[in-house]
């Protein structure tokens, strides 16, 4: 593993498939010309809306997005992260939210269904129920493991607040943990930051965290700040609150000095 640059994508997705992929598209492309080799696509990149239309739109979704994200990854010759899409559950009325991570070659290298749903009411009057239209993964995210980009663990959004979660991926030997996401805007003001700073901290690992941002529809209105994160917790960029790209370099001799540092990792008990 040599250094390199990774990208955390910021997007206000909104209803309409077509035209969340062509916004993706130009800021993949943005991304790729300041030399990425690894993207990363926020949650519900492909899709954000009302669920009874990601439900009745969910195979053509499911099936048009992983298209795209293949397309993309060889068009570009990049490795992408779609951080989570809709894939319909047979047999039932819902889907799970996937994570998908592709190859230059277009081939799939490994996927992660979320497995914390966000069943929330929000202070700010808004109220939300995930598991009304997805089904929780029953697995814990695997590690891929490459020679050129590190060992790299996935997770979707809520999952950021079950750091159980997260040992699980630093045990099994990570060195880049993506967090895509749609927080809401009023959570996000207070958490986001603080949250992705303490899984970088606590694993001493590169935090990865592709966002939306903006009003997306309705009145649901997300929060921004696309970062990426080094072992340390030091945020090395952070796209703020329009849609871009945020970039930064992923080396791999900072996180073996991060760890000689602060060698908690060694020092667990538990």
């Not at 979320?114 to 129920?129: E, I």
Request: glycine fraction near 8%.
């Amino acid at each position: 593993m040599k250094s390199y640059l990774a990208a955390a994508i910021q997007m206000t997705s909104v209803p309409e498939l077509k035209e969340n992929l062509v916004q993706a598209e130009e800021l993949i492309e943005i991304a790729v010309r300041q030399g990425a080799q690894l993207v990363g696509l926020p949650e519900n990149f492909s899709f954000m809306g009302e669920d009874q239309k990601k439900l009745a739109q969910a195979e053509t979704i499911a099936r048009e997005t992983e298209k795209f994200l293949k397309t993309m990854a060889q068009r570009y010759q990049v490795n992408i992260l779609g951080g989570g899409f809709p894939v319909p559950v047979e047999g039932k009325d819902k889907v799970f939210n996937t994570a998908l991570l592709i190859d230059p070659n277009g081939q799939e290298l490994t996927r992660y269904q979320k497995a914390h749903l966000f069943d929330v009411n929000v202070p700010d009057g808004n109220t939300y129920r995930e598991s009304i239209t997805v089904m929780p993964g029953t697995e814990l995210p695997s590690v891929y493991s490459s020679e050129t980009l590190g060992n790299i663990g996935l997770s979707v959004c809520y999952d950021v607040r079950f750091p159980e979660l997260y040992r699980h991926l630093s045990e099994k030997g990570t060195d880049i943990i993506f967090v895509p996401a749609a927080f809401t805007a009023f959570t996000g003001k207070d958490h986001w930051q603080v949250l992705l700073q303490a899984r970088a901290i606590e694993n001493t690992c590169y935090v990865i965290a592709p966002a939306q941002t903006g009003i997306n529809y309705a009145r649901r209105q997300t929060h921004g700040h696309a970062m990426i994160i080094d072992p340390w917790g030091i945020v090395l960029a952070d796209a703020g609150e329009k849609p871009g790209v945020a970039i930064a370099e992923i080396n791999p001799a900072r996180i073996e000095q991060v760890r000689r540092q602060m060698p908690s990792l060694q020092h667990r008990v538990f």
